[in-house]
Every structure is written in structure tokens, then in C-alpha cells.
């Protein structure tokens, strides 16, 4: 009886010698990193950024993507369309072929299409420093406006990252196309002729709402620190806009294209006049003004007159 008693006494002492000796050595472990970031003269990044130190980041990432050389902005363009495209693809080949769940319950088929595809497509982005067009209009301006790049910067920006991104979406739409995967599924077609259905206004509307989004999920993403921190705040945002039928310019530079490649009865022309035209505007309104207007006039120098 002694015996046994005595065994257990000592496996205990053993594992809480072995807990004890994990937790000192993760503790000097930690202390150590801490030790040579004070060393180095540096100090840990917070998990979030507070609200004034999560705009000045945003202006010094608009002013970082301002200075940038035309010809890289629009290869890192070609990269984010490709981004985007491939998170529409599988949007569409998700959530756009489940036709029996949009006709009993429409509103848990939106949230699919939402949740599964676009959200990854711009963590892609936003990890690897792709330009993204409609994420550029909010940042870029900020950085004009707090006088950290010229408006010469913004043209540059927005019309190499804008071209570089319609490249690559029709390069992978080309490749969805080519690859046989979606078989018969008429999401693209459907999709796609409904967004060219609509009035000027109406897709306007949708593509300012959209990029406010948008570009509040790139603000938020860009004050984390963690990658699990960045998905989270690009996550909701991102499926929110799909599932409530918006306008993105960059993912219909995907979604049109592909739709007409499959036989949709939508022209070039009808792709620009009825979509990508009205719905770039509304997104550059989103991010300029719903999104960074409120924030640089109250954390940055927006307007104000120099001494």
C-alpha cells in the first residue's frame, strides 16, 4: 500500500518538476525576446492598433503605395486581380450552386456566397502587399489629403493598380473558364446579367456601399498585428457585402467576363456603361469619403489650413 502511494507521490513530483521546467524556460524565453526588443531600441507591435495610431498607419501605408513606381504597382495590380478572382471563382462555384437552398431559404444562400470565396481573396492581398484598386482609393487619398504624396501619386495609383487589376481578373477568368470546373452551374451567367440589369444610379449606389465595406475591412486589417486579427477583421465586412448583393468593381472585372465566356447575353459594351463604370465610381466615393472623410477629419490635418 506504501509502495503504491510512494509511485503515485512521485510521478506528481515528476510531472510538476516537468510543468514547472516548461513554464520557467517559456518565461525566459519571453523575457529574453522582450529584453533584446528594449535592446534594439524597438518594442512589441499591439495585437490592435488604438484609433489614431490605426489612421496615421493607414497614411503611412497610402503614402508607402503612392510612392511606389508605376510599373510595380500595376504588376502587384495583376497579382490582386488574380486574388480576387479566384475568391469570386469560389464564391460562385460554392454558393452559386445551391439553387435548392436560394429558393427555400435565400438568405442562408446569400450568407454562403458570402463566406466562401471573396474573404480570402483579399487576406491574399493584404498578407503578400498586392494593389488592390478599391483599397487604394481610401488610403492613397489619405496620404494625398495629410500632404504625404501628390495628387500625380493618386492618378498614378489608381489608374495602374485599376489596369493591373482588370488584367489579372481576365486572365483568371480566362483560366476558370478554360478549366471545365464549374460544368453546367448558370451562377456566373446569372449573376453577372443581373448586375448588368440594373440602372446607373442603382449600381452606384451598390458600388459605394460595397467599398465602404471594403475599405473598412483593409482599414481594420491594416491595425492588426496577427494574421488571425487581420482575418477576422477582413472576414465580416467582406461576406457581409457579398450576401447583401453589392458591387465590387475588381471582382466584376472577374465575374462578367466569365459569364460572358460561358454565354451570357451581356456585351462589352454593356459590361462598362451598365456595371464597371457607375460601380468604380460609387467605389471610389465608399473609400474616399464614407470611410477615411470621417477619420482625417477628426484623427488627421484634412482641410485644415497651413500655418
Same mark, same amino acid.
Given at each position: 500500500?506504501?509502495?503504491?502511494?510512494?509511485?503515485?507521490?512521485?510521478?506528481?513530483?515528476?510531472?510538476? =518538476?516537468?510543468?514547472? @521546467?516548461? $513554464? &520557467?524556460?517559456?518565461?525566459? /524565453? #519571453?523575457?529574453?525576446?522582450? +529584453?533584446? !526588443?528594449?535592446?534594439?531600441?524597438?518594442?512589441?507591435?499591439?495585437?490592435?492598433?488604438?484609433?489614431?495610431?490605426?489612421?496615421?498607419?493607414?497614411?503611412?501605408?497610402?503614402?508607402?503605395?503612392?510612392?511606389?513606381?508605376?510599373?510595380?504597382?500595376?504588376?502587384?495590380?495583376?497579382?490582386?486581380?488574380?486574388?480576387?478572382?479566384?475568391?469570386?471563382?469560389?464564391?460562385?462555384?460554392?454558393?452559386?450552386?445551391?439553387?435548392?437552398?436560394?429558393?427555400?431559404?435565400?438568405?442562408?444562400?446569400?450568407?454562403?456566397?458570402?463566406?466562401?470565396?471573396?474573404?480570402?481573396?483579399?487576406?491574399?492581398?493584404?498578407?503578400?502587399?498586392?494593389?488592390?484598386?478599391?483599397?487604394?482609393?481610401?488610403?492613397?487619398?489619405? =496620404?494625398?489629403?495629410? @500632404?504625404? $504624396? &501628390?495628387?500625380?501619386?493618386? /492618378? #498614378?495609383?489608381?489608374?495602374? +493598380?485599376? !489596369?493591373?487589376?482588370?488584367?489579372?481578373?481576365?486572365?483568371?477568368?480566362?483560366?476558370?473558364?478554360?478549366?471545365?470546373?464549374?460544368?453546367?452551374?448558370?451562377?456566373?451567367?446569372?449573376?453577372?446579367?443581373?448586375?448588368?440589369?440594373?440602372?446607373?444610379?442603382?449600381?452606384?449606389?451598390?458600388?459605394?456601399?460595397?467599398?465602404?465595406?471594403?475599405?473598412?475591412?483593409?482599414?481594420?486589417?491594416?491595425?492588426?498585428?496577427?494574421?488571425?486579427?487581420?482575418?477576422?477583421?477582413?472576414?465580416?465586412?467582406?461576406?457581409?457585402?457579398?450576401?447583401?448583393?453589392?458591387?465590387?468593381?475588381?471582382?466584376?472585372?472577374?465575374?462578367?467576363?466569365?459569364?460572358?465566356?460561358?454565354?451570357?447575353?451581356?456585351?462589352?459594351?454593356?459590361?462598362?456603361?451598365?456595371?464597371?463604370?457607375?460601380?468604380?465610381?460609387?467605389?471610389?466615393?465608399?473609400?474616399?469619403?464614407?470611410?477615411?472623410?470621417?477619420?482625417?477629419?477628426?484623427?488627421?490635418?484634412?482641410?485644415?489650413?497651413?500655418?
Amino acid at each position: 500500500m506504501f509502495s503504491k502511494i510512494a509511485f503515485i507521490l512521485s510521478l506528481l513530483a515528476t510531472s510538476s =518538476a516537468g510543468f514547472n @521546467g516548461q $513554464a &520557467t524556460t517559456s518565461f525566459v /524565453a #519571453k523575457q529574453q525576446s522582450q +529584453s533584446a !526588443l528594449q535592446m534594439s531600441g524597438g518594442q512589441a507591435a499591439p495585437a490592435l492598433k488604438g484609433p489614431k495610431d490605426l489612421y496615421d498607419g493607414a497614411v503611412a501605408a497610402g503614402a508607402a503605395k503612392a510612392a511606389s513606381p508605376w510599373d510595380k504597382i500595376f504588376k502587384l495590380g495583376i497579382v490582386s486581380g488574380c486574388h480576387i478572382g479566384f475568391g469570386s471563382y469560389l464564391a460562385i462555384s460554392i454558393g452559386g450552386a445551391c439553387p435548392q437552398i436560394a429558393a427555400a431559404n435565400p438568405g442562408l444562400q446569400k450568407i454562403i456566397l458570402g463566406a466562401f470565396g471573396l474573404p480570402f481573396g483579399l487576406i491574399m492581398t493584404l498578407i503578400t502587399g498586392a494593389e488592390l484598386f478599391t483599397g487604394n482609393t481610401a488610403l492613397v487619398t489619405a =496620404a494625398v489629403l495629410e @500632404g504625404k $504624396a &501628390t495628387k500625380k501619386d493618386l /492618378a #498614378k495609383s489608381w489608374i495602374s +493598380s485599376y !489596369l493591373g487589376n482588370f488584367v489579372g481578373s481576365l486572365l483568371l477568368a480566362y483560366l476558370a473558364f478554360k478549366s471545365g470546373t464549374l460544368g453546367d452551374l448558370p451562377g456566373a451567367v446569372n449573376i453577372a446579367t443581373a448586375k448588368c440589369s440594373v440602372p446607373f444610379d442603382v449600381a452606384f449606389v451598390r458600388g459605394v456601399l460595397c467599398n465602404w465595406l471594403v475599405c473598412m475591412a483593409v482599414y481594420m486589417a491594416s491595425g492588426c498585428s496577427t494574421m488571425i486579427g487581420k482575418m477576422t477583421a477582413v472576414w465580416f465586412p467582406i461576406s457581409a457585402f457579398v450576401a447583401l448583393g453589392l458591387d465590387h468593381s475588381v471582382a466584376n472585372m472577374f465575374i462578367i467576363p466569365l459569364a460572358i465566356l460561358r454565354g451570357a447575353d451581356i456585351t462589352v459594351r454593356q459590361m462598362f456603361v451598365k456595371n464597371l463604370i457607375p460601380v468604380t465610381l460609387g467605389n471610389i466615393v465608399g473609400g474616399a469619403v464614407c470611410v477615411m472623410l470621417p477619420f482625417g477629419t477628426t484623427f488627421g490635418k484634412w482641410f485644415q489650413k497651413k500655418e
